[in-house]
């Protein structure tokens, strides 16, 4: 039961450049979320999604773009990179409320962009 | 004022000792409070969850909500360096599809 997959662990990227940070869990979880987290800013919510086909913004969500096409796979894009997007990014699941409230987190991928 | 305050530490403290983390929050319609543990370099992972008020145990850890204070708490009792990490409480958005807000963190060091 691998859970939460997160790819890749690092990544330096120059300012302008996109890419993809990779999410798949597979527990079945409706409830996914991208997370950043920065020193003395805690973790932020960026997007989340409550199942296949449904995303919606988190507090942060500037600069990135998530689909969820299937319950798997979670993927944020970055869509021109800028410094202040270095941080690290953690992908969770969860089951939908009532079923347990526990999010389960991904190891983060650690961006740096210069 | 953010939704949930958290004092970021760093509190260290000796092996063996009973360690109070805190945290506050403002939204009174938060019913699902946790505790995640963060090793340096690692992702968060669930210590604790409770819902609504009350007490929590789980071996050497105890979780309690005051709702009607709006204050969590998670002791720790005969602490080791093992539990040397960040704990960060986390409180669930009710009906926003399972958003989590968190607080800052407490970095805990726990000292042979």
């Known amino acids: 039961n691998a859970g939460v997959t997160q790819t890749p662990k690092f990544q330096v990227l120059k300012t302008g450049q996109s890419m993809t940070l990779q999410c798949a869990q597979d527990?079945?979880?409706?409830?996914m979320s991208w997370y950043r987290q920065d020193p003395g800013m805690g973790l932020r919510l960026i997007h989340y999604?409550?199942?296949?086909?449904?995303?919606d913004q988190g507090e942060v969500p500037n600069g990135y773009n998530v689909s969820r096409s299937t319950t798997e796979d979670f993927p944020l894009r970055l869509l021109s990179a800028a410094p202040s997007q270095t941080s690290v990014y953690f992908c969770?699941?969860?089951?939908?409320?009532?079923?347990?409230?526990?999010?389960?987190f991904g190891s983060g991928t650690r961006l740096t962009v210069v | 004022q953010k939704e949930v305050e958290q004092d970021p530490g760093p509190l260290s403290v000796p092996e063996g000792a009973i360690v109070s983390l805190n945290c506050t929050y403002s939204?009174?319609?938060?019913?699902?409070f946790m505790w995640y543990r963060q090793y340096s370099r690692k992702g968060p992972e669930l210590l604790m969850y409770?819902?609504?008020?009350g007490n929590k145990e789980d071996g050497r850890f105890t979780a309690q909500v005051d709702k009607s204070s709006k204050y969590i708490s998670l002791f720790i009792r005969d602490s080791q360096p093992s539990d040397s990490a960040t704990y960060l409480c986390?409180?669930?958005?009710?009906?926003?599809?399972?958003?989590?807000?968190f607080g800052q963190g407490t970095e805990l060091s726990v000292k042979p």
């Open positions: 999604s409550v199942g296949a086909g449904i995303t």
């Open positions: 409770t819902y609504s008020s």
């Open positions: 527990m079945n979880h409706e409830y």
């Open positions: 986390a409180m669930r958005v009710p009906n926003q599809g399972g958003k989590l807000i």
């Open positions: 969770a699941s969860s089951s939908a409320e009532g079923q347990g409230a526990g999010y389960t």
């Open positions: 939204n009174s319609a938060f019913q699902y």
